[in-house]
């Protein structure tokens, strides 16, 4: 029966090593700036736009979605953890008025690409790091994030703009919650195998940020 359930284990893990070497090799595939936007650059002219805009943005650019889910890994292995995504989510909101009130934060998409290396050792050395800390580098990084949202929806009009503000905080505050979830669940299961899972979710996201952040300096 051991001899069963070790092989069961074996089986598991590479499983989500296998899984794992295939989002880092799918990661780097694309670059950082990839399909930021869901209309082809063009602003959204209307409610429905900017919702589907807002909804999109997060998911299809790469670095941004890697960068969700290692903030929701993250709140999972920290006490009171759930104050990091909400965190994320409130700073993202600041960094798109920033860029909404034309001011600029310089080398965005190289610090974008360097929170998800980052966040990824993070959520793998998660033990070093207290919640004050965790919070401000995740509200750090999710100024940037936000920044690069806006440039979205330079030009458009109010209610485009209101509707996408709406659309990425719901999906990023969905993808984060659902990792931090998915995470803990694992984690009271089986304490010991929810944590080797997380780690090796924690390498796949530095493998992302590394291809993310090489893309941009070579």
Same mark, same amino acid.
């Given at each position: 029966?051991?001899?069963?359930?070790?092989?069961?284990? $074996? =089986?598991?893990?590479?499983?989500?090593?296998?899984?794992?070497? #295939?989002?880092?090799?799918?990661?780097?595939?694309?670059?950082?700036?990839?399909?930021?936007?869901?209309? %082809?650059? /063009?602003?959204?002219?209307?409610?429905?736009?900017?919702?589907?805009?807002? !909804? +999109?943005?997060?998911?299809? %650019?790469?670095?941004?979605?890697?960068? !969700?889910?290692?903030?929701?890994?993250? @709140?999972?292995?920290?006490?009171?953890?759930?104050?990091?995504?909400?965190? *994320?989510?409130? #700073?993202?909101?600041?960094?798109?008025?920033?860029?909404?009130?034309?001011?600029?934060?310089?080398? =965005? /998409?190289? !610090? $974008?690409?360097?929170?998800?290396? &980052? *966040? +990824? $050792?993070?959520?793998?050395?998660?033990?070093?790091?207290?919640?004050?800390?965790?919070?401000?580098?995740?509200?750090?990084? %999710?100024? *940037?994030?936000?920044? @690069?949202?806006?440039? #979205? $929806?330079? +030009?458009? /009009?109010?209610?485009?703009?209101?509707?996408?503000?709406? +659309? *990425?905080?719901?999906?990023?505050?969905?993808?984060?919650? @659902?990792?931090?979830?998915? =995470? &803990?669940? #694992?984690?009271?299961?089986?304490?010991?195998?929810?944590?080797? =899972? &997380?780690?090796?979710? %924690?390498?796949?996201?530095?493998?992302?940020?590394?291809?993310?952040?090489?893309?941009?300096? !070579?």
């Amino acid at each position: 029966m051991q001899t069963v359930m070790m092989l069961k284990n $074996i =089986s598991m893990r590479a499983g989500i090593a296998r899984g794992g070497l #295939a989002a880092i090799a799918t990661l780097m595939l694309a670059t950082p700036a990839l399909a930021h936007h869901p209309f %082809g650059g /063009e602003a959204p002219k209307n409610v429905f736009q900017g919702l589907l805009s807002g !909804v +999109g943005h997060p998911i299809i %650019g790469l670095d941004h979605f890697a960068f !969700v889910i290692a903030v929701g890994l993250l @709140a999972a292995v920290l006490r009171r953890g759930i104050t990091v995504p909400i965190s *994320f989510l409130l #700073a993202a909101l600041a960094g798109t008025g920033l860029h909404l009130a034309g001011l600029n934060l310089p080398a =965005s /998409e190289l !610090v $974008i690409s360097a929170s998800v290396l &980052l *966040f +990824g $050792i993070l959520a793998v050395t998660h033990r070093r790091l207290n919640i004050l800390a965790a919070i401000a580098l995740t509200a750090l990084a %999710g100024i *940037f994030h936000g920044y @690069a949202y806006g440039e #979205a $929806i330079i +030009g458009a /009009e109010p209610m485009p703009i209101v509707a996408y503000l709406v +659309g *990425f905080t719901v999906i990023q505050g969905a993808i984060a919650y @659902a990792a931090y979830g998915l =995470s &803990l669940r #694992a984690l009271n299961q089986n304490p010991a195998a929810g944590m080797t =899972s &997380l780690r090796q979710a %924690g390498f796949v996201i530095c493998g992302a940020g590394a291809a993310f952040l090489g893309s941009l300096l !070579v």
